[in-house]
């Protein structure tokens, strides 16, 4: 494959948001209900957990077109690290949709610098650029589409004036990013010959797609809060893993299931339909328990989290093990060994190379990886554009400097063979200028300390009373001291783990 020239991260202008006028262009009144936020539609169905179905089925339409495809092998993380990928994706949607403007406009700009940056060409040398109007015009149609199928196929179809209600607040999605309304069609009969036409004539059996369907769910790796249950999470994933292969596959369009020759199981349409049925009973159960933003944020809890429910989560975890060992005493199967200790002896080259430095799973080590590194960086801190700037060429800057040192068959990337004979010269200058420059960011206030919420802010964890340097605050020479350690392989890190290296 061909991948995009490495290069140094431009600081591109943020399109001008559109979110503010979008409903005056699509002929809202006053007393109508809102494009965002409470009252709008799509907020109807963002706790649904249907909608999980839906994402996925979204998400395998994208990676169907060529370019979106492309981007995704070379850029994304969804194949080392889904779960991340899951919450950023959720974060993002939460605050494009929502009933606070700035942080509309705020998203927006973010979602347009990122997208930005990614652009290069493919396998057949076909070039592909995030910010091509018409693929983000498909993304958009593909959560349209995908909810109004969701709907269709638990029994519940959408009714017309529902479905345009709809259908105007996704083009005023696309509106806000700042993109032209026109690349979508202005009336709901004209969408569905734009998509039809898509369907037929541009979507591919990508790679990606094949990621998706067939490798994604059968290695899914457990979120961090579960991942101390190894072998529960295994046999649910080799359950559920296929379960939801299937369902996605046969709710795909027919045109494009029988052109990309994807499999035709006997009884999946009756599965699929049964399965967003029976989904879609949670609806019922109180809200509290089925609300998207509160199972995201347990998902995402590691297990050393001072959150009440980690507690809870590790207290079940631990009577399931002692379960496990009881069985173990009374059946004649072997004891397994159980996953090594978040903290102890550091990890050997190829399992720092594989969790840490590979973000993008592809078994080098490259552009793309630093830049992932960098974009959770920013996306963790909320950063603005000055100072995501200055992240991306301290990463850029580390990026050459390792390609100087560790890339010997000068085939532009580092394999796990180049790492592991010359990891030394992981820490090199630059990787303190990164630390750096990750400390100026997190520390807000500009106090040379990292205080309990800006640790927070950074980790996505709780305070857990002591800083990790003993003292009240996290100083600027613990902070760069520890992220060397761990950045190097010496050493590791709970709170650095759940920053890089977790799933």
């Not at 015009?137 to 009714?159: D, H, I, K, N, Y």
């Not at 734009?194 to 457990?222: C, G, M, Q, S």
């Not at 027919?254 to 049925?277: C, S």
Request: glycine content about 8%; some cysteine; hydrophobic content about 40%.
């Amino acid at each position: 494959m061909t991948d995009a020239t490495p290069r140094p991260p431009s600081a591109p202008g943020p399109r001008p948001p559109a979110g503010r006028d979008a409903p005056a262009r699509q002929g809202q009144d006053s007393d109508e209900a809102p494009l965002f936020g409470p009252g709008s539609q799509f907020q109807q169905f963002f706790d649904d957990p249907r909608w999980a179905l839906t994402m996925i089925r979204a998400t395998v339409l994208e990676a169907a077109h060529p370019q979106i495809g492309a981007a995704l092998i070379d850029n994304s993380v969804f194949v080392a690290h889904p779960w991340r990928r899951l919450w950023n994706t959720f974060r993002s949607l939460q605050r494009m949709f929502g009933a606070d403007e700035q942080a509309r406009e705020r998203e927006a700009a973010r979602l347009n610098r990122m997208h930005a940056r990614l652009s290069g060409t493919d396998a057949r040398d076909r070039p592909y650029d995030a910010m091509d109007p018409g693929v983000r015009a498909w993304v958009v149609a593909t959560l349209f589409e995908s909810t109004v199928t969701m709907c269709r196929l638990s029994g519940q179809p959408l009714e017309q004036t529902a479905m345009e209600r709809l259908y105007a607040e996704y083009r005023g999605f696309l509106a806000a990013l700042g993109d032209e309304e026109g690349r979508l069609p202005p009336t709901l009969h004209e969408f569905w010959q734009y998509y039809d036409r898509v369907v037929e004539e541009e979507l591919e059996n990508t790679e990606a797609l094949r990621i998706i369907l067939y490798k994604l769910f059968d290695h899914l790796p457990a979120p961090p809060l579960l991942d101390g249950l190894p072998t529960v999470w295994a046999a649910g994933r080799a359950l559920a893993g296929p379960v939801i292969g299937t369902i996605t596959v046969a709710s795909l369009p027919e045109a494009f299931r029988r052109r990309a020759g994807l499999p035709e199981i006997p009884g999946a349409q009756t599965l699929t339909q049964g399965a967003y049925l029976a989904v879609g009973l949670a609806r019922f159960l109180p809200e509290g328990w089925r609300r998207a933003d509160g199972l995201a944020e347990l998902l995402a809890l590691t297990p050393d989290s001072d959150d009440p429910r980690a507690r809870t989560v590790a207290a079940v975890r631990d009577g399931v093990r002692r379960a496990g060992a009881l069985i173990r005493l009374i059946t004649p199967v072997p004891a397994q060994p159980g996953p090594p200790a978040p903290a102890g002896p550091p990890r050997g080259a190829e399992e720092f190379f594989d969790a840490v430095l590979d973000q993008t799973g592809d078994g080098y080590l490259d552009w793309p990886d630093l830049a992932a590194m960098a974009r959770e960086l920013a996306g963790r801190l909320d950063l603005d554009e000055p100072q995501e700037t200055r992240l991306y060429d301290a990463c850029a800057a580390w990026w050459r400097e390792l390609q100087s040192a560790l890339d010997t068959d000068g085939d532009g990337r580092v394999s796990r063979q180049e790492y592991a004979a010359a990891v030394p010269a992981l820490a090199g200058p630059a990787l303190i200028r990164v630390a750096e420059v990750l400390f100026d960011a997190t520390d807000t206030d500009g106090d040379q300390r990292i205080d309990a919420d800006e640790y927070r802010a950074l980790f996505r964890t709780a305070f857990r009373r002591e800083m990790p340097d003993g003292g009240a605050a996290y100083s600027r020479g613990a902070f760069v001291q520890d992220f060397l350690s761990f950045m190097a392989g010496r050493r590791r890190s709970r709170a650095y783990d759940s920053l890089l290296a977790d799933s």
